[in-house]
Structures are given as C-alpha cells and as structure tokens.
C-alpha cells in the first residue's frame, strides 16, 4: 500500500511562491509515475503538473513556466515548486501516484494554498 502525504501550503500573496512536498511511502517512488492536481472550491479537480518514472513532465499551460515539478527518489519525494501565484489559484492540491497505465490509485489528503491579494 502506497501512502501520499502532502506538506507545504499556506497563505501567500498573490505574486508570492511555495513549495509544496509530497512523501511517498510503503513503495519505492521510483515506481511510480507522479501528478499534482488542484480542486478549487465549487470546481472539479484539475491537473496540474505530472512527471512520469522516467522523468517526463507535463504542465497545465495555465501553469507552464511559473511552476516546476519534480522528484528526489533517494527521499522519496515529489515537489511542486510554484512562483507567481494568482488569486485564482487558491485551492487544495493533491499529489497522486500511478503505477503504470493512466487512472492515479492513490492519492494524499489534500494541503491548502491560499492566495491573497
């Protein structure tokens, strides 16, 4: 059993940055391809960023540039390093994990990224 464990929100202000964490543990990361995704109140739950085992990455292109993810699998973590945040981005973000195929089994509790202006 895979758990996600997300680390790193908070307030910033719009313009600001964070960076969020994502511990994976019970497998190896290395397995796994990993996404970050985003559900913003009264939206459905969007893709942000994903970076496969073999280290290819997609973004949003609501995102692209201002956003970089990636994964350290000697500690077993992926990051989403976010700059130039917009009010509008104030969401819950989720890490998820997938091995193999495309639907993501597991996901983490969700950390809050709050922007202010």
């Known amino acids: 059993q895979v758990h996600l464990v997300e680390s790193g929100g908070g307030l910033v202000q719009a313009g600001g940055s964070l960076r969020l964490s994502c511990a994976v543990s019970g497998r190896a990361l290395r397995t796994y391809s990993m996404g970050w995704f985003r559900q913003a109140p009264g939206k459905q739950r969007e893709l942000v960023a994903t970076?496969?085992?073999?280290?290819?990455?997609i973004y949003a292109d609501s995102v692209n540039v201002r956003f970089t993810i990636y994964r350290d699998n000697a500690k077993n973590t992926v990051y989403l390093q976010m700059n130039s945040l917009k009010l509008e981005e104030t969401a819950v973000y989720y890490c998820?994990?997938?091995?193999?195929?495309?639907?993501?089994?597991?996901w983490g509790q969700g950390t809050q990224v709050t922007v202010s202006s």
């Open positions: 998820a994990a997938r091995e193999g195929g495309l639907v993501y089994a597991y």
């Open positions: 970076i496969t085992s073999g280290g290819r990455i």
